[in-house]
Nanobody, 120 residues
């Protein structure tokens, strides 16, 4: 089972930046993808970005402000978030797809999430 260590969330003012980290381990397959999904209060979950070695990186919202990257040596994926807005306030979940990639998915695992609050 994939396990996660998520970090980097917190309180930031409008216009500020945060970098979320997700260290994932326990993959069965050599092919996997790691992404970020966010859920704001009383709203549906929203895909943010995904990255895998087989099909690259994908940004589903505002790639100009959100950038996903990875450090394979550390098994860690990062989400750099710049120019944050109050509407970015949400719990950000690290999601892994074991045995797959960003476009096709795989066996899905979710982290516990890290909260991000952007004050106006």
């Amino acid at each position: 089972e994939v396990q996660f260590v998520e970090s980097g969330g917190g309180l930031v003012q409008t216009g500020g930046s945060l970098r979320l980290s997700c260290k994932a381990s326990g993959f069965i397959s050599d092919d996997y993808a790691i992404g970020w999904v966010r859920q704001a209060p009383e709203k549906e979950r929203e895909g943010v970005a995904c990255i895998s070695s087989s099909d690259g990186s994908f940004h589903y919202i505002e790639s100009a402000r959100f950038t996903i990257s990875s450090d394979n040596a550390k098994n860690t994926v990062y989400l750099q978030m710049n120019s944050l807005k109050p509407e970015d306030t949400a719990v950000y979940y690290c999601v892994a797809f074991d045995g797959g990639n960003c476009q096709e998915g795989g066996t899905e695992y979710w982290g516990l999430g890290t909260p991000v609050t952007v004050s106006s």
